[in-house]
């Protein structure tokens, strides 16, 4: 009976570390990544800002279905090769300068990703991305943390697009 006692406190104390672990890891973070493509502001931000495009060069992502549009206010589903469907929908798109999206619709997290585009000169762009996801359940901030790299994601997200404009990214320390 002893036995059963302690591995039944083993199990609970390992469902419950996660929670009280999450509790003390903030439920916002910010990631930010930038860099300069050797192509005009226009070229990177057709490329970017056109979903459907995405399924030809993003690598991680199956399919993106557009739901609807309406004044340049998307709404869409990203189903990435692996891992839950993401719904998004356009806040703010400020041609050839910044584009706002948000999470949507999802019980786990939600959160927001901002693009800006900057012409460095008539054949360069500076771009800047920022995500900002917002986990609220403690025991989910312990398992993002754990099992979801975002600078990875971004880096990835880089590579492909300098993949798309024929230019190769360098990745920041």
């Given at each position: 009976m002893k036995i059963i006692a302690i591995v039944v406190g083993i199990f609970v104390f390992?469902?419950?570390?996660?929670?009280?672990i999450g509790i003390?890891?903030?439920?916002?973070?910010?990631?930010?990544k930038q860099f300069i493509f050797n192509s005009p502001v226009e070229k990177v931000w057709s490329i970017v800002t056109d979903l459907k495009g995405?399924?030809?060069?993003?690598?991680?992502?199956?399919?993106?279905?557009?739901?609807?549009?309406?004044?340049?206010?998307?709404v869409w589903i990203e189903v990435p090769r692996s891992g839950p469907s993401i719904k998004f929908r356009t806040v703010e798109k400020i041609e050839?300068?910044?584009?706002?999206?948000?999470?949507?619709?999802?019980?786990?997290?939600?959160?927001?990703?901002?693009?800006?585009?900057d012409a460095v000169d008539e054949n360069s762009t500076?771009?800047?991305?920022?995500?900002?996801?917002?986990?609220?359940?403690?025991?989910?901030?312990?398992?993002?943390?754990?099992?979801?790299?975002?600078?990875?994601?971004?880096?990835?997200?880089?590579?492909?697009l300098a993949n798309e404009l024929g230019e190769t990214y360098v990745q920041s320390e």
């Open positions: 390992i469902g419950i570390l996660p929670f009280i003390f890891i903030p439920s916002q973070r910010i990631y930010t995405q399924e030809r060069w993003r690598n991680d992502v199956k399919e993106i279905k557009v739901i609807s549009k309406e004044n340049s206010k998307e050839n300068k910044q584009w706002t999206i948000e999470i949507i619709d999802n019980p786990s997290f939600t959160g927001k990703w901002v693009g800006t585009f500076k771009v800047v991305f920022t995500e900002t996801p917002l986990v609220n359940n403690p025991y989910m901030r312990t398992l993002s943390l754990l099992f979801v790299d975002m600078n990875k994601t971004m880096e990835l997200y880089l590579t492909n």
